[in-house]
């Protein structure tokens, strides 16, 4: 990841599921956000969240959206996170 922009932060989303969406809604409203990623592994995800909102990029993987961002946001299920040791 990149050092903020001087014109905002841009932000990645990466689980495009019920949280993703609160996530992605809040973020268009606040101030310094200037752009938004959605990272999800299922398209049909993908694709409904971006047409239902103004994003700069969607990407299957979080590997190739950490080129264009500043921050990433975690919004799968716990299930799906690195387990604790």
Known sequence: MQAPTPDGLRVAIVGCGYWGSKHVRVLHAADGVVGLVLVDSR???????????????????????????????VATPPSTHVPRR
């Open 43 to 73: 398209e049909d995800r993908l694709r409904s969240l971006a047409r239902s909102n103004n994003v700069s990029g969607c990407h299957g993987a979080v590997g190739p959206a950490l080129d264009h961002v500043d921050a990433v946001i």
